[in-house]
């Protein structure tokens, strides 16, 4: 926490039909001195033009989940994503070294879910945490996420440094770019930077002690018939309700043929990535999630 | 008009990312008994299966815009929705002959724009007016757009045939099945049916006279920069509302920079198909119309 940032990274682009990041990284390469501040350098990077292009998720896999340190090191493995991941990794990286070309990575999402304005971290190094919760003080209705992952060593881009997150925003459909969350994610991404500037600068007011968040309990699947097909979508209670607080009894799903699905579970818990578009292939329909307050 | 129909085809999964109509062609084929009706056979299909496992919306070029005459009778025509159009056209048409296989298509699409519950229509005939007609006097909020076409020569599913059009449904992303609109789009092919057995069987009350559209005057494309890339988007009054009202000087697109563009013409508009992630390689950001009520 005492040492200086020397490197930021801004990156977009991941999954190529997110167009925030997108046309937020165009933006920064036409105006580089928006990401200037003091005492530090800022880099910006499209992490996946093939994926942008074709306006997909991805070309082979997911890019987002293909930061493994053993994949990374395997010649072997040679699609499209698994190339750009090591790049990417000698870029910034590389993952798991002491001291990787960047200090921290931003990477920049959207999701056709209802999540507002959020962040989905990974990990629990102090730095990342503390920079969360400056951008709570000043983004009251910021939602914080804490992922526990659906692989087993955490895959994301900014999974490479120690420190770091995705911004989330939402709902956005695959291959829209949203005037009012464009320029809330550049704000957002604003605020980073000049945490940063601050903190080399010893001008930071406090520490943050505690934060809420939304903690990963599980990744709940839709229904699916034996084909593996889904049968029953989210109920409308939960479609455009982000972060909707289940109680057992609740409505969760209902079938093609209109039979409601009941969350039966006792303890309560917070949905939220509900009904996200790249998630059917995943096999998820939500996550779910307790709210608390940690100690950062 | 006299003639009775025959055979009605629903048809869905033109576009293979737009899940209502792929999943209510699903639950047809469970419940074949749900498209009976007394007086006429009701097929439905899967139109674009390639592009349904992929969701994408195609697989080469889109489905939608494949129903061209010489194309569909052009042997060295081989991409895989030119091949997919001769056998939906041989099954369902021929295009263009007097008596074709089905005497009516109802195909059905999502838009990820605020279209609620719409008809695109794009021909002139008798029936298919009355059809809609009916359908608009049950359900009030139903919005008739007359598509004058981004094709010289109308090259839907459902052009096809002389008479039918498509339901298109509306914010939705794509690769969502969203419950309420997937529902909303069943009544409404349900009450499309029930017009063919009334009309089979004399019961049908009275004749429409009168309808109120949007009549299409033009797509109006996205700000593009030198690259042809875009460089703004549709702005946020216009974002989450279909059917938007555009008077002179209203705000129209905002750039990447903030700085807002203008509506800029004498006559009063109509937006719809505001910002649908489809239109942006075909070079429209919305498509503006005349409300009018024409004579059927």
Request: hydrophobic share 40%.
């Given at each position: 926490?005492?040492?200086?940032?020397?490197?930021?990274a801004i990156t977009g682009g991941t999954h190529g039909n997110e167009l925030t990041g997108?046309?937020?990284?165009n933006k920064y390469k036409k105006n580089p001195d928006l990401v200037k501040r003091e005492?530090?350098?800022?880099?910006f990077m499209h992490t996946n033009v093939g994926a942008m292009e074709k306006c997909t998720r991805y070309v082979d896999k997911d890019l987002n989940r293909t930061f493994i340190k053993n994949d990374l090191a395997n010649d072997m493995l040679y699609s499209y994503e698994d190339i750009l991941a090591k790049n990417i990794n000698a870029k910034l990286g590389p993952k798991g070294s002491e001291k990787t070309a960047v200090d921290f990575i931003v990477d920049l999402h959207s999701t056709t879910s209802d999540m507002g304005l959020s962040i989905v971290i990974d990990n629990d190094n102090k730095l990342t945490w503390q920079v969360v919760a400056y951008l709570k003080e000043i983004e009251p209705n910021l939602h914080i996420f804490?992922?526990?992952?659906?692989?087993?060593?955490?895959?994301?881009?900014?999974?490479?440094?120690?420190?770091g997150f995705a911004i989330e925003v939402g709902p956005i459909p695959q291959g829209?770019?949203?005037?009012?969350?464009?320029?809330?994610?550049?704000?957002?991404?604003?605020?980073i930077l000049d945490y940063f500037e601050k903190l080399n600068a010893g001008k930071l007011g406090k520490k943050y002690k505690t934060i809420e968040i939304y903690d990963h309990i599980k990744l709940l699947d839709f229904?699916?018939?034996?084909?593996g097909d889904i049968n029953a979508t989210v109920h409308p209670n939960l479609q455009d309700n982000g972060y909707f607080k289940l109680t057992k009894g609740d409505p969760l799903f209902v079938t093609l043929e209109g039979e409601i699905i009941k969350y039966k579970e006792d303890k309560e818990a917070y949905a939220?990535?509900?009904n996200e578009a790249a998630y059917y292939e995943k096999g998820f329909a939500m996550c779910l999630t307790e709210k608390k307050v940690i100690d950062i």
């Open positions: 926490m005492s040492n200086k940032i020397n490197k930021v997108v046309y937020l990284i005492g530090f350098e800022t880099v804490r992922w526990k992952g659906d692989t087993k060593e955490v895959s994301f881009v900014n999974s490479i440094t120690k420190d829209v770019l949203r005037a009012d969350l464009f320029f809330e994610t550049e704000k957002l991404v604003g605020y229904p699916r018939g034996e084909d939220l990535f509900i």
